[in-house]
């Protein structure tokens, strides 16, 4: 069965890009036409939808995040990745990565953004 | 962007006693598929959301059958038919009719 796994920096500069990975293990991202989303949820509050891409690079972002938002696909690694820039504390939570048609979610990685 | 309102926010129940939770989208979320594109998940402290629930009704593999979903349209609930100790979960609901995908603000279920 599919998992994933998300990467990258624990830690990010207020005024930095943070970037993530999710690694898909178990079967390939382009197969089928899947969506590949991230989610975020602040210590103690409810979950964010911050966008998603789909097996053929189109991509939808959640409009309150979409000016600092990027996420692409990287199918010879069967990854794909998420850019978050000009952070602010705001942006400090566990960042998911997601595919709600197989309900398949990764285990999150905590990032904080501090000086 | 849907608005997902969920009730209550916390919930205290009884071992072996119904619990029910609500959710409340702001608009239809029932396609012309006939599919209401409304899932449900729990979440326990330190784990990613697990799904249970799909197309408003639709159980997922593996879910016990004590939890079940239903409604159509605008409103919806959970019920978990017989409240386990492992149960004790924050419950969410979700609409990806359209995008912004949205989540309910979520349900925090405790033992009575």
């Known amino acids: 069965q599919v998992q994933l796994q998300e990467s990258g920096p624990g830690l990010v500069k207020p005024s930095q890009t943070l970037s993530l990975t999710c690694t898909v293990s178990g079967g390939s991202i382009s197969s089928g036409s899947h969506y590949w989303s991230w989610i975020r949820q602040p210590a103690g509050k409810g979950l964010e939808w911050i966008g998603r891409?789909?097996?053929?690079?189109?991509?939808n972002y959640n409009p309150s995040l979409k000016s600092r938002v990027t996420i692409s696909l990287d199918t010879s690694k069967n990854q794909f990745s998420l850019k978050l820039s000009s952070v602010t504390a705001a942006d400090t939570a566990v960042y998911y990565c997601g595919n709600f048609g197989v309900g398949v979610w990764g285990k999150g990685t905590t990032v904080t953004v501090s000086s | 962007d849907i608005v997902m309102t969920q009730s209550p926010d916390s919930l205290a129940v009884s071992l072996g006693e119904r619990a029910t939770i609500n959710c409340k989208s702001s608009?239809?979320?029932?396609?012309?598929?006939?599919?209401?594109?409304l899932a449900w998940y729990q979440q326990k402290p330190g784990q990613p959301p697990n799904l249970l629930i799909y197309?408003?009704?639709t159980r997922e593999s593996g879910v016990p059958d004590r939890f079940s979903g239903s409604g159509s349209g605008t409103d919806f609930t959970l019920t978990i038919s017989s409240l386990q100790a492992e149960d004790v979960a924050v419950y969410y609901c979700q609409q990806y009719y359209t995008t912004p995908i949205t989540f309910g603000q979520g349900t925090r279920l405790e033992i009575k």
């Open positions: 197309w408003a009704s």
């Open positions: 608009q239809s979320v029932l396609y012309s598929n006939n599919k209401n594109y």
């Open positions: 891409i789909n097996t053929s690079g189109s991509t």
